[in-house]
Nanobody, 115 residues
Framework: QVQVVESGGGLVQAGGSLRLSCAAS????????IGWYRQAPGKQRELVAG???????NYADSVKGRFTISRDNAKNTVYLQMNSLKPEDTAVYYC?????????WGQGTQVTVSS
């Protein structure tokens, strides 16, 4: 079992930056991919960025060039650096950890970008 805890959300003005952290604990051996998702009110949850166990990354088109995902395997932590934030980035951001084909989710962290 893997426990996932997100942190780092908050309120920021458009153009600002935030860094989200996703810490995995428990049985973290052989964690595969880790991804950041977000869900805005009335919308479906969508993948924002993902990183594999070997460091390969992928991003949603809407965040390319603004967001950067990184991984510290020693700390079992994944970061999402978000720059040039826009009001449309406002959402609850969730971390997903995939291990042996199972998905583990955190409770989410709110990001609000004011115009």
């Amino acid at each position: 079992q893997v426990q996932v805890v997100e942190s780092g959300g908050g309120l920021v003005q458009a153009g600002g930056s935030l860094r989200l952290s996703c810490a995995a604990s428990g049985s973290t051996f052989s964690i595969n991919a880790i991804g950041w998702y977000r869900q805005a009110p009335g919308k479906q949850r969508e993948l924002v960025a993902g990183i594999s166990s070997i460091g390969s990354t992928n991003y949603a088109d809407s965040v390319k060039g603004r967001f950067t995902i990184s991984r510290d395997n020693a700390k079992n932590t994944v970061y999402l650096q978000m720059n040039s934030l826009k009001p449309e980035d406002t959402a609850v951001y969730y971390c997903n950890v995939n291990q042996y084909g199972l998905d583990f989710w955190g409770q989410g962290t709110q990001v609000t970008v004011s115009s």
